[in-house]
């Protein structure tokens, strides 16, 4: 008979101390719990977890070690219609598990009713069926890691896929490929320093699990927002095992990143998890306790409010979800040592009875947390329930990806009238967006591209989604795509055409790095890759989404404009403001922002009404920023002259008179494929002069400090 003890409620999980391991799960429902402990020849032992003390079960085993496999078997009423679903035949993962191993293996044993009468309760056991927690040995050496800490103004944001991004990289050796080792390989870090990131987000590594609709067609989740184990790093990312190495692979990526500089930001999904909606299966948060981890509907509690698009809602008004998220998050932060997180559909997690409300109990608790809230929050603001669009309307600790950035940056590049205005906000920092909840420029994380939607060189390619290889008919994915094919859609020999597309490449990627604000590069598209028009690639696990490395030679121009742009950011705290411009100046000195028509004269609001306006100047005085620097010195800039022209036929610009700069040093044109930060060899422009502008281009002028 093995020994158990009672052990303690807390830490939730399975926690070894060096000795044994103590057990310790939540369910408000349950009437008895099993603990179940997998031998490698896959024997079960159960064991009753013999305390309870307010709704947490608990036990402590003594020689439990680390790589021990294990699950749990709920006791208590099902009665889905009271919102219950407990049914211990059913095997369930840990909501606090630090590792998972095995597959799941879709059986109708994991569903708790028969296929054929879905009203009959399915008593077929699927642990055969199941991955199982692992308990993790949870020492590392992580010697003398620091996080970066790199301020907002100066950060430059890499979206990251790590299989994606690694599996066809030749450098990295074959078996680490598409794994947290890759990532962290030099090879890789090279490529992300020439680059100027300062942060990668990585996409979803929280443990999660394809759909069964997808397996059934041959198809898998490769981006992963699907989880279902919100403190275990994917096993399917590891090179080294899922017996808990995952763990330890995974903080060797961290640190390596580190000492480059890199921070580590992950994106993370607490809005639903993999069990689906009521006709779903039963893994973990279902069979534990139904009601305490989902959003329930009111009237029928057999079903789910949905404002994911994926069956379920996580319950951010109970406290023990609530509890997850925080010790999850806290988690990732204090032992493996992240930086911060981008919350997937974060619209969803701050409803409290339906609408979305700022001073919700989420961000509450986020505020108040002395560990959370001093590491960056990136909010995408958006769900898919009535009301879920509140891009600008988060608190202030956090930033926000800006869904207006891209839209409007794209409409105007594809020629939409009276795009003007809107343009020039967005290019600015999106004051109208962040200003008056007391946020900065840096509250925007702008982005042209993502992993949803087109690929950058998709989106100057494509009219529409071609996503035939999904096997849905070409019905997913969004048709608000806001792309232009520069006249014929997919692959072109067509001389014109080519160049045009990558001017449009260039003069979105100018448009992303010179705006103020925080840029987020999505992955491959300093190679120009390219999905084939598929703009929803969650499900390709294959070439479709992975970088070609190939691009290195034949995108070289490409990749060397973007380097090159990311150093004039870098080197220039103009395109860096920490505060918005205000168009004037305190001392009676020159203003720290100017519109300008192509005549050169000061934009009025006729100008920028008119319809058919899609040129105009921009300058930006650098010595006019009025912000200090780190250690409270003054901070001065070259100046700096936009000459933007989205208009579909060249236009001749006359540069301002004297009062805006002595000289103007031509150091970027979008039209020129091999643009280098220059400035050019003996080329520069008096006050007055006139400067031809290619249709669709941007061109950059600069002005020395005296």
Same mark, same amino acid.
């Given at each position: 008979?093995?020994?158990?003890?009672?052990?303690?409620?807390?830490?939730?999980?399975?926690?070894?101390?060096?000795?044994?391991?103590?057990?310790?799960?939540?369910?408000?429902?349950? @009437?008895?719990? @099993?603990?179940?402990?997998?031998?490698?020849?896959?024997?079960?032992?159960?064991?009753?977890?013999?305390?309870?003390?307010?709704?947490?079960?608990?036990?402590?085993?003594?020689?439990?070690?680390?790589?021990?496999?294990?699950?749990?078997?709920?006791?208590?009423?099902?009665?889905? %219609?009271?919102?219950?679903?407990?049914?211990?035949?059913?095997?369930?993962?840990?909501?606090?598990?630090?590792?998972?191993?095995?597959?799941?293996?879709?059986?109708?044993?994991? *569903?708790?009713?028969?296929?054929?009468?879905?009203?009959?309760?399915?008593?077929?056991?699927?642990?055969?069926?199941?991955?199982?927690?692992?308990?993790?040995?949870?020492?590392?050496?992580?010697?003398?890691?620091?996080?970066?800490?790199?301020?907002?103004?100066?950060?430059?944001?890499?979206?990251?896929?790590?299989?994606?991004?690694?599996?066809?990289?030749? %450098?990295?050796?074959?078996?680490?490929?598409?794994?947290?080792?890759?990532?962290?390989?030099?090879?890789?870090?090279?490529?992300?320093?020439?680059?100027?990131?300062?942060?990668?987000?990585?996409?979803?590594?929280?443990?999660?699990?394809?759909?069964?609709?997808?397996? %059934?067609?041959?198809?898998?989740?490769?981006?992963?927002?699907?989880?279902?184990?919100?403190?275990?790093?994917?096993?399917?990312?590891?090179?080294?095992?899922?017996?808990? @190495?995952?763990?330890?692979?995974?903080?060797?990526?961290?640190?390596?990143?580190?000492?480059?500089?890199?921070?580590?930001?992950?994106?993370?999904?607490?809005?639903?998890?993999?069990?689906?909606?009521?006709?779903?299966?039963?893994?973990?948060?279902?069979?534990?306790?139904?009601?305490?981890?989902?959003?329930?509907?009111?009237?029928?509690?057999?079903?789910?409010?949905?404002?994911?698009?994926?069956?379920? #809602?996580?319950?951010?008004?109970?406290?023990?979800?609530?509890?997850?998220?925080?010790? #999850?998050?806290?988690?990732?932060?204090?032992?493996?040592?992240?930086?911060?997180?981008? $919350?997937?559909?974060?619209?969803?997690?701050?409803?409290?009875?339906?609408?979305?409300?700022?001073?919700?109990?989420?961000?509450?608790?986020?505020?108040?947390?002395?560990?959370?809230?001093?590491?960056?929050?990136?909010?995408?603001?958006?769900?898919?329930?009535?009301?879920?669009?509140?891009?600008?309307?988060?608190?202030?600790?956090?930033?926000?990806?800006?869904?207006?950035?891209?839209?409007?940056?794209?409409?105007?590049?594809?020629?939409?009238?009276?795009?003007?205005?809107?343009?020039?906000?967005?290019?600015?920092?999106?004051?109208?967006?962040?200003?008056? #909840?007391?946020?900065?420029?840096?509250?925007?994380?702008?982005?042209?591209?993502?992993?949803?939607? $087109?690929?950058?060189?998709?989106?100057?390619?494509?009219?529409?989604?071609?996503?035939?290889?999904?096997?849905?008919?070409?019905?997913?994915?969004?048709?608000?795509?806001?792309?232009?094919?520069?006249?014929?859609?997919?692959?072109?020999?067509?001389?014109?055409?080519?160049?045009?597309?990558?001017?449009?490449?260039?003069?979105?990627?100018?448009?992303?790095?010179?705006?103020?604000?925080?840029?987020?590069?999505?992955?491959?598209?300093?190679?120009?890759?390219?999905?084939?028009?598929?703009?929803?690639?969650?499900?390709?696990?294959?070439?479709?989404?992975?970088?070609?490395?190939?691009?290195?030679?034949?995108?070289?121009?490409?990749?060397?404009?973007?380097? #090159?742009?990311?150093?004039?950011?870098?080197?220039?705290?103009?395109?860096?403001?920490?505060?918005? *411009?205000?168009?004037?100046?305190?001392?009676?000195?020159?203003?720290?922002?100017?519109?300008?028509?192509? %005549?050169?004269?000061?934009?009025?609001?006729?100008?920028?009404?008119?319809?058919?306006?899609? !040129?105009?100047?921009?300058?930006?005085?650098?010595?006019?920023?009025?912000?200090?620097?780190?250690?409270?010195?003054?901070?001065?800039?070259?100046?700096?002259?936009?000459?933007?022209?989205?208009?579909?036929?060249?236009?001749?610009?006359?540069?301002?008179?004297?009062?805006?700069?002595?000289?103007?040093?031509?150091?970027?044109?979008?039209?020129?494929?091999? $643009?280098?930060?220059?400035?050019?060899?003996?080329?520069?422009? !008096?006050?007055?002069?006139?400067?031809?502008?290619?249709?669709?281009?941007?061109?950059?002028?600069?002005?020395?400090?005296?």
């Amino acid at each position: 008979m093995r020994e158990v003890w009672p052990g303690e409620p807390y830490p939730l999980g399975g926690t070894w101390d060096g000795v044994g391991t103590s057990f310790s799960v939540f369910s408000e429902v349950a @009437e008895r719990v @099993e603990l179940c402990l997998f031998g490698d020849d896959g024997s079960e032992e159960r064991v009753d977890l013999p305390e309870v003390d307010g709704f947490v079960w608990h036990g402590y085993l003594p020689g439990i070690m680390p790589g021990q496999r294990y699950g749990y078997r709920v006791h208590g009423p099902y009665e889905p %219609a009271r919102g219950h679903r407990c049914n211990p035949a059913k095997l369930l993962l840990d909501p606090y598990a630090k590792a998972i191993d095995g597959e799941l293996v879709w059986n109708e044993a994991l *569903f708790p009713y028969r296929f054929t009468r879905p009203e009959a309760s399915n008593t077929e056991d699927s642990a055969p069926f199941m991955p199982k927690n692992v308990v993790i040995n949870p020492f590392f050496d992580w010697g003398n890691d620091r996080a970066p800490r790199t301020p907002y103004h100066q950060t430059v944001i890499y979206e990251a896929h790590v299989r994606g991004m690694t599996m066809r990289h030749p %450098a990295v050796p074959e078996e680490q490929r598409g794994t947290y080792a890759a990532i962290g390989h030099p090879a890789i870090i090279d490529h992300l320093l020439s680059l100027g990131v300062t942060a990668v987000e990585l996409m979803p590594v929280h443990h999660f699990m394809p759909e069964h609709f997808l397996v %059934a067609r041959g198809l898998t989740n490769y981006w992963g927002y699907n989880t279902m184990a919100y403190l275990a790093p994917h096993a399917g990312y590891s090179s080294s095992g899922t017996r808990g @190495e995952q763990v330890l692979e995974f903080k060797a990526m961290v640190r390596a990143l580190h000492e480059a500089g890199i921070e580590v930001i992950l994106d993370v999904v607490y809005n639903h998890t993999a069990e689906g909606d009521h006709m779903g299966p039963t893994l973990g948060f279902r069979g534990i306790d139904n009601a305490a981890y989902y959003r329930l509907h009111d009237g029928d509690r057999r079903y789910y409010l949905d404002y994911t698009g994926c069956g379920n #809602s996580l319950n951010v008004r109970s406290p023990h979800a609530l509890q997850l998220i925080m010790d #999850s998050l806290r988690y990732w932060v204090l032992d493996m040592h992240v930086d911060g997180f981008r $919350f997937d559909l974060a619209a969803a997690l701050a409803r409290e009875l339906h609408d979305v409300d700022r001073l919700s109990a989420f961000f509450d608790l986020i505020q108040q947390d002395p560990v959370i809230s001093q590491v960056k929050l990136i909010a995408e603001p958006w769900d898919v329930g009535p009301g879920g669009y509140q891009v600008g309307n988060f608190p202030p600790l956090w930033t926000e990806w800006n869904g207006k950035f891209r839209d409007t940056v794209r409409d105007f590049w594809r020629g939409t009238g009276s795009a003007l205005p809107e343009f020039a906000s967005r290019l600015t920092g999106s004051a109208d967006l962040y200003a008056t #909840s007391g946020r900065r420029p840096v509250a925007s994380i702008n982005f042209v591209t993502c992993h949803d939607g $087109f690929t950058l060189a998709d989106l100057v390619s494509y009219d529409r989604k071609h996503n035939e290889a999904n096997s849905e008919d070409n019905r997913d994915g969004t048709d608000d795509n806001r792309s232009w094919n520069c006249g014929v859609e997919g692959p072109v020999e067509d001389p014109e055409i080519v160049r045009l597309r990558h001017r449009q490449r260039r003069n979105f990627l100018t448009t992303l790095f010179l705006s103020q604000g925080v840029p987020m590069l999505s992955h491959g598209d300093e190679l120009g890759r390219t999905q084939r028009g598929n703009n929803n690639a969650y499900c390709q696990d294959n070439e479709i989404a992975w970088i070609d490395w190939s691009m290195l030679r034949t995108e070289s121009d490409l990749l060397e404009f973007v380097r #090159s742009l990311s150093r004039l950011r870098r080197d220039h705290p103009v395109f860096q403001r920490r505060r918005f *411009f205000h168009g004037g100046s305190s001392d009676g000195g020159k203003r720290d922002l100017v519109w300008l028509t192509p %005549a050169g004269a000061e934009m009025t609001a006729g100008d920028w009404h008119t319809g058919y306006a899609k !040129s105009l100047m921009v300058y930006l005085n650098g010595e006019a920023i009025t912000e200090p620097g780190p250690r409270g010195e003054p901070i001065t800039d070259d100046s700096f002259l936009m000459l933007i022209n989205a208009h579909h036929e060249d236009l001749t610009f006359t540069l301002p008179g004297p009062e805006f700069g002595p000289t103007w040093i031509p150091i970027l044109d979008t039209n020129d494929d091999t $643009f280098q930060a220059g400035p050019f060899p003996d080329d520069h422009w !008096s006050p007055g002069s006139l400067v031809a502008v290619t249709s669709r281009s941007i061109q950059l002028l600069r002005s020395p400090l005296p």
